[in-house]
């Protein structure tokens, strides 16, 4: 344990839209360092969920770049920045701008003295390697995500790329949400050091799991946003037509239109054995209730863009840590984590009507073992894949280089 020792933060999130973030400072915190956080507004419910996150960490965090109600001329002249940056982003001042936030980040880390940075999200990227260079200290870098490969726009991807390998060369090391995402940066960096940090939970957020009274075949799935995109339209026109009427009810959770919960409503509107339930976005100790109290949970990721081939995403390892079984998607990061785990659920195809179905049917034709699955997830979670486990070694080598 470093005594005291300061690490600056950076993310051009915010601590709610970016539980990562949150868990990595928490654990840096129980290792003995000073964390402070700079952060920034993304969307309203994040905003609101931010305040009650902020008051039970043992971190220091301030907000930066801006809001768009109570400071709207500094966020305003922050989006208008961004908008200039992402049009001229290969000149001169404008390649260290990459998102409303980068600039804002930059301004108010000058003023800190930390012993090492850490960036979160590529808009944290470029003034974390300022600071940096100037403070002469190490920099580090999670990549949740490949992001070179998080659009379906070649323009968006190509800006991204650029960013990458204008910075990510200068990090001491990176941690990647994945392996796949890992192997996707390492083909890039070879020589750079890069640590897999699944999205994985603190062991102590697992409560003790409680069985399920309850005759209803139980799903959930959470996201910031309920979309098009998301594989639950084609999941419920699946479930919609089994034949086996057994009661099935889905929540769905995050921040959706009207109009399309409507048209998720409406795709099971015949289906009289189903129950819908959409529920705004909640804290994450809410989230974790619900899936308490779930029998699976849903990875329903597309392959494309690249970036949802790749990744493992925190739902995943939410639902372990509930004992929630789990139907995947057949992306290649969900396939090989299901192929190295095969009692955590099933894989699926979303394209294929009947590989849904069938997925379905056959949790319906072991609903009397269900709960000895469950029990295994949970088990699976406590004993392995839990963050306390799954980061020590990217701690380790953060330490190393505050201890030369």
Same mark, same amino acid.
């Given at each position: 344990?470093?005594?005291?020792?300061?690490?600056?933060?950076?993310?051009?999130?915010?601590?709610?839209?970016?539980?990562?973030?949150?868990?990595?400072?928490?654990?840096?915190?129980?290792?003995?360092?000073?964390?402070?956080?700079?952060?920034?507004?993304?969307?309203?419910?994040?905003?609101?969920?931010?305040?009650?996150?902020?008051?039970?960490?043992?971190?220091?965090?301030?907000?930066?770049?801006?809001?768009?109600?109570?400071?709207?001329?500094?966020?305003?002249?922050?989006?208008?920045?961004?908008?200039?940056?992402?049009?001229?982003?290969?000149?001169?001042?404008?390649?260290?701008?990459?998102?409303?936030?980068?600039?804002?980040?930059?301004?108010?880390?000058?003023?800190?003295?930390?012993?090492?940075?850490?960036?979160?999200?590529?808009?944290?990227?470029?003034?974390?390697?300022?600071?940096?260079?100037?403070?002469?200290?190490?920099?580090?870098?999670?990549?949740?995500?490949?992001?070179?490969?998080?659009?379906?726009?070649?323009?968006?991807?190509?800006?991204?790329?650029?960013?990458?390998?204008?910075?990510?060369?200068?990090?001491?090391?990176?941690?990647?949400?994945?392996?796949?995402?890992?192997?996707?940066?390492?083909?890039?960096?070879?020589?750079?050091?890069?640590?897999?940090?699944?999205?994985?939970?603190?062991?102590?957020?697992?409560?003790?799991?409680?069985?399920?009274?309850?005759?209803?075949?139980?799903?959930?799935?959470?996201?910031?946003?309920?979309?098009?995109?998301?594989?639950?339209?084609?999941?419920?026109?699946?479930?919609?037509?089994?034949?086996?009427?057994?009661?099935?009810?889905?929540? !769905?959770?995050?921040? @959706?239109?009207?109009?399309? $919960?409507? #048209?998720?409503? /409406?795709?099971?509107?015949?289906?009289? &054995?189903? %129950?819908?339930?959409?529920?705004?976005?909640?804290?994450?100790?809410?989230?974790?209730?619900?899936?308490?109290?779930?029998?699976?949970?849903?990875?329903?990721?597309?392959?494309?863009?690249?970036?949802?081939?790749?990744?493992?995403?925190?739902?995943?390892?939410?639902? !372990?840590?509930?004992? @929630?079984?789990?139907?995947? $998607?057949? #992306?290649?990061? /969900?396939?090989?984590?299901?192929?190295? &785990?095969? %009692?955590?659920?099933?894989?699926?195809?979303?394209?294929?009507?009947?590989?849904?179905?069938?997925?379905?049917?056959?949790?319906?034709?072991?609903?009397?073992?269900?709960?000895?699955?469950?029990?295994?997830?949970?088990?699976?979670?406590?004993?392995?894949?839990?963050?306390?486990?799954?980061?020590?070694?990217?701690?380790?080598?953060?330490?190393?280089?505050?201890?030369?």
């Amino acid at each position: 344990m470093m005594g005291g020792k300061s690490i600056l933060i950076l993310t051009s999130g915010s601590p709610a839209s970016n539980p990562r973030m949150v868990k990595e400072a928490n654990e840096l915190v129980k290792r003995g360092y000073k964390i402070h956080v700079l952060y920034g507004f993304i969307v309203d419910w994040a905003y609101e969920l931010d305040r009650a996150i902020l008051d039970r960490v043992e971190w220091t965090a301030e907000f930066v770049g801006g809001h768009p109600e109570s400071s709207r001329f500094i966020w305003n002249l922050n989006r208008l920045i961004e908008k200039i940056a992402r049009r001229v982003h290969h000149r001169g001042i404008f390649k260290f701008i990459h998102s409303k936030l980068s600039l804002p980040l930059l301004i108010r880390a000058l003023k800190q003295k930390p012993e090492a940075i850490i960036a979160h999200n590529l808009g944290a990227l470029p003034p974390a390697y300022l600071i940096s260079k100037w403070k002469s200290i190490p920099m580090f870098f999670d990549a949740e995500d490949f992001h070179s490969g998080e659009s379906y726009n070649d323009t968006e991807n190509s800006i991204n790329r650029a960013a990458e390998e204008r910075f990510i060369r200068h990090c001491n090391g990176i941690s990647t949400a994945s392996p796949l995402i890992g192997e996707a940066y390492k083909h890039i960096f070879p020589n750079l050091k890069i640590f897999t940090v699944n999205n994985c939970f603190s062991i102590e957020d697992q409560r003790p799991l409680i069985p399920i009274h309850n005759s209803h075949l139980r799903f959930a799935w959470f996201s910031q946003t309920i979309g098009n995109d998301r594989g639950l339209m084609e999941f419920l026109i699946a479930v919609a037509d089994i034949k086996n009427q057994t009661a099935i009810h889905i929540t !769905l959770i995050g921040q @959706c239109s009207d109009e399309f $919960s409507a #048209t998720l409503k /409406q795709s099971i509107q015949k289906a009289s &054995h189903i %129950t819908l339930d959409v529920r705004p976005p909640m804290p994450e100790s809410e989230i974790m209730k619900v899936l308490r109290e779930s029998h699976l949970g849903l990875a329903l990721e597309r392959t494309q863009p690249l970036n949802r081939d790749l990744c493992l995403t925190n739902k995943v390892f939410s639902y !372990l840590l509930n004992g @929630c079984q789990i139907l995947y $998607s057949n #992306t290649r990061a /969900q396939k090989k984590f299901q192929n190295e &785990h095969p %009692t955590s659920g099933r894989l699926i195809e979303l394209d294929n009507k009947a590989s849904i179905q069938n997925g379905v049917e056959w949790y319906l034709n072991h609903f009397s073992t269900l709960e000895d699955m469950r029990q295994k997830n949970w088990e699976l979670s406590r004993q392995k894949l839990h963050f306390e486990r799954e980061a020590a070694p990217w701690f380790e080598f953060i330490e190393s280089h505050l201890a030369e």
